[in-house]
């Protein structure tokens, strides 16, 4: 039998577990918001900074070289802008701020999406190798589903070779997209991870796959990458 003591004493720690508790979420919460905010704040002088540049390199009497640099700065605004808002992508994400009870139709997304990538097909001469059996409509959020396919095939197109193939399979369990591209020596453990590049491309910022990943996560679903050779398979497990 506890003593008084003993009783107080569990007392005591459970309202300072209580309150400890209470401090993170308030802690959690303004860490949230500030981040929104800052986002938020952010893309309003980042689109005039952009509209104003524009709007001078249209009008002014620039040299070659005035144009140049202000072309670049242009460019690294339009960077800093998609940053931005990728970040905030990932922040609301984390968050669970988006709703994962829509009925999701992962077949027309995925017939759909591919349209978007027409041209690199055309131009590398990728072939396209479906596999779609007819499943049932999983539950989630259809605006992040399409963003986790169609991040994966921008993945699949972009980091093709001349003659190349993608291959996509989709059944009740999971959907997967490989492709043919060149051994790149990736390191799976840091593949996931934000601000992970393999490739020089100074337009990419290492966040797409962070993205799907996060996505997956929050949709009760696995993503996992497999290489071997020349092909890279990642595959989406619904669990």
């Not at 008084?4 to 508790?21: C, G, V, Y």
């Amino acid at each position: 039998k506890l003593s008084r003591s003993q009783i107080d004493e569990f007392q005591m720690l459970h309202e300072a577990i209580k309150e400890l508790t209470s401090k993170n979420m308030e802690v959690f919460e303004s860490q949230k918001q500030f981040i929104e905010n800052a986002s938020h704040e952010m893309q309003t002088p980042l689109s005039i900074i952009q509209s104003r540049l524009e709007e001078l390199i249209g009008r002014a009497e620039l040299t070659e070289q005035q144009a140049t640099i202000l072309e670049g700065i242009i460019n690294s605004t339009q960077r800093l802008k998609k940053l931005n808002k990728t970040l905030l992508m990932l922040s609301k994400i984390e968050n669970q701020e988006f709703s994962l009870t829509e009925e999701i139709n992962i077949k027309a997304i995925i017939l759909n999406s591919l349209s978007y990538y027409e041209e690199q097909k055309e131009s590398m001469n990728i072939q396209v190798e479906l596999d779609i059996k007819p499943i049932d409509s999983h539950r989630g959020n259809e605006m992040l589903t399409e963003i986790l396919i169609q991040n994966l095939l921008k993945n699949a197109f972009f980091h093709n070779i001349k003659d190349g193939r993608v291959s996509i399979k989709l059944d009740k369990n999971q959907f997967t997209i490989a492709n043919i591209g060149n051994n790149t020596g990736i390191d799976q453990d840091k593949l996931f991870e934000r601000f992970y590049k393999v490739s020089n491309n100074p337009d990419s910022w290492g966040l797409g796959l962070a993205i799907c990943s996060k996505i997956a996560k929050v949709s009760n679903w696995e993503l996992e990458y497999w290489e071997q050779d020349t092909e890279h398979r990642f595959t989406v497990n619904f669990l």
